[in-house]
């Protein structure tokens, strides 16, 4: 347990330094006095910080995790690369490497070869040298500033003439966008429930049965009957699809329900069904049938 409130400390230490940085109150500071103010930031954890168990793990889950290992690295002189998207895409210029540096392997590539360039004696300005040139000359989308560049006699992309190319990244996935319908099916005071698949979206969770809209016909082949009307629509995005979702509402005629499906009343919503926020949109229309739960 001390543990863990030691590593939150830590942590609340690192985003700290981390949000200083990223808006900026440290980062038109000369380098040694952004080391000195960083330093004393962090109160001398790092050893503290690298013995603690799931370290790693934790900080890739930050989302100033980058901006505070900058800051770790510059703060304590430490002989190890900080590999940001401005350290990827100037790297990438420079060697010609045409992999897609959206991936966790190009990541790791590039860290593995710069910590066994970066030297000894001034690891945190050569980890700032990188990051600044990436940030101030070797300019994303296309327009680096090439002729006031220091790397230029022996950049690959320069001399190759493959700046507009490189780096790679590969262009996001579409988000997916399914059109549902969602049946809040009553009997009493209770609404009938089903649960998701043990794998896969919201997997294993409570929902309000629903389908495809494309697809009709779902009451009769789960062999239910109720006179339905819409009763709102809502949306939810997951990170690889859009759910636009219309909800249709009534009571049905028997209280039987297929296999797995279970009726839960205002309580048994609260205490013992969390449906998933997806479904938050139709929450009101349900409330005002079965009471707020
Ligand atoms: S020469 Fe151009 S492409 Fe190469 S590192 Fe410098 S700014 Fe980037």
Redesign the pocket.
């Known amino acids: 347990m001390t543990v863990y409130l030691d590593m939150i400390f830590l942590l609340n230490c690192l985003t700290d330094a981390a949000a200083l940085y990223v808006t900026g109150r440290l980062s038109g500071l000369p380098l040694e006095r952004k080391r000195v103010l960083a330093a004393s930031l962090l109160g001398g954890t790092y050893g503290a910080l690298c013995a603690l168990p799931g370290w790693g793990a934790a900080a890739s889950l930050l989302p100033q995790a980058a901006a505070a290992a900058g800051l770790v690295r510059l703060a304590f002189g430490r002989r190890e690369a900080a590999v940001d998207g401005n350290v990827l895409r100037?790297t990438a210029?420079?060697t010609g490497d045409s992999s897609d540096i959206s991936t966790p392997a190009m990541k790791k590539k590039v860290t593995q070869a710069l910590t066994e360039v970066i030297p000894l004696d001034a690891p945190g300005d050569f980890n700032q040298a990188l990051m600044e040139?990436g940030a101030t000359?070797?300019l994303p989308n296309g327009a680096?500033?090439?002729e006031k560049?220091p790397?230029?006699g022996f950049?690959r992309?320069?001399q190759e003439g493959r700046?507009g190319e490189l780096p790679v990244k590969a262009a996001k996935k579409a988000r997916r966008v399914e059109e549902r319908t969602v049946y809040l099916l009553f009997w009493g005071d209770c609404v009938a429930l089903r649960r998701r698949p043990e794998r896969g979206l919201l997997a294993g969770l409570w929902e309000y049965p629903n389908e495809l809209s494309d697809e009709s016909g779902w009451l009769e082949r789960w062999g239910l009957s109720a006179a339905l009307e819409t009763a709102g629509r809502g949306k939810h995005i997951f990170s690889h699809i859009e759910w636009r979702m219309t909800a249709l509402a009534g009571e049905l005629e028997s209280p039987e329900l297929p296999e797995g499906w279970v009726w839960a009343d205002r309580r048994a919503l609260r205490d013992t069904y969390a449906v998933p926020n997806a479904f938050q949109s139709f929450a009101q229309r349900v409330a005002a049938r079965l009471g707020r739960f």
Do not use: D, K, Q
């Open positions: 100037v210029r420079i040139l000359v070797c680096p500033l090439c560049c790397a230029a950049c992309a320069f700046t």
